[in-house]
């Protein structure tokens, strides 16, 4: 994409219902289920995978992702399979943020950026992904589940021009990612 941007919003894989011992909400780990939605979408995304069918011509370029053990973990998982993973911008900013708050980091973002996934919490994501398309999106309504993805096109040049409304919904995911035969 020669001039738009691409945005790439993953909601954490399920988690744990229980922080660990001495830990806080904040700490909470991956479930098996998450850990393996995780790795399916990995797979999806990595050198090997389909890219979801997606035209985007482009994976993230840069990840901006909430400081909290499932969100980090996930994005790990999501990225191993790529033989050259992009940055990953941790940030506790993301933790507890509005929706506003996360385009607010998304603005921040270099020019020379294509392509940025935010990967944080509900319900803050299933607020974005509400607040970014163009026009309502059935696909978009009754929740965002764990591991969920959308990626959205965003007719602009610079990422400091991101505003809710703008976008176009390139593609809705929800686990189970099957992987390709």
Same mark, same amino acid.
């Not at 970014?132 to 978009?140: C, D, F, I, K, V």
């Not at 991101?162 to 686990?175: C, E, I, K």
């Given at each position: 994409?020669a %001039?738009? =941007? @691409? *945005?790439?919003?993953?909601?954490?894989?399920?988690? !744990?219902?229980?922080?660990?011992?001495?830990? +806080?909400d904040?700490?909470?780990?991956?479930?098996?289920r998450?850990?393996h939605?995780?790795?399916?979408?990995?797979?999806?995304?990595g050198?090997?995978?389909?890219?979801?069918?997606?035209?985007?011509?482009?994976?993230?370029?840069?990840?901006?992702?909430?400081?909290?053990?499932?969100?980090?973990?996930? %994005?790990? =998982? @999501? *990225?191993?399979?790529m033989?050259?993973?992009?940055? !990953?911008?941790?940030?506790?900013?993301?933790? +507890?943020?509005?929706?506003?708050?996360?385009?607010?980091?998304?603005?921040?973002?270099d020019?020379?950026?294509?392509?940025?996934?935010?990967?944080g919490?509900?319900?803050?994501?299933?607020?974005?992904?509400?607040?970014?398309?163009?026009?309502?999106?059935?696909?978009?309504?009754?929740?965002?589940?764990?591991?969920?993805? @959308?990626?959205?096109?965003?007719?602009?040049?610079?990422?400091?021009?991101?505003?809710?409304?703008?976008?176009?919904v390139?593609?809705v995911?929800?686990?189970?990612?099957?992987t390709?035969?």
């Amino acid at each position: 994409m020669a %001039t738009g =941007r @691409v *945005l790439w919003v993953l909601r954490h894989a399920k988690t !744990v219902r229980r922080p660990p011992v001495g830990g +806080g909400d904040h700490e909470r780990v991956l479930a098996i289920r998450g850990r393996h939605d995780a790795d399916a979408l990995g797979e999806r995304l990595g050198d090997d995978g389909d890219l979801l069918g997606l035209d985007t011509g482009t994976v993230p370029a840069l990840v901006l992702c909430s400081t909290a053990a499932r969100t980090v973990e996930t %994005t790990e =998982r @999501v *990225l191993a399979k790529m033989a050259t993973p992009p940055p !990953v911008t941790y940030l506790r900013s993301l933790y +507890g943020a509005s929706p506003e708050d996360v385009l607010e980091q998304v603005s921040m973002v270099d020019e020379d950026v294509p392509s940025v996934m935010v990967v944080g919490h509900n319900p803050t994501m299933e607020a974005l992904v509400a607040a970014m398309p163009r026009q309502p999106t059935p696909a978009l309504s009754g929740g965002f589940a764990t591991c969920g993805l @959308v990626v959205f096109e965003l007719p602009i040049r610079r990422w400091d021009e991101v505003a809710p409304r703008t976008a176009w919904v390139l593609g809705v995911f929800v686990p189970p990612f099957a992987t390709r035969p």
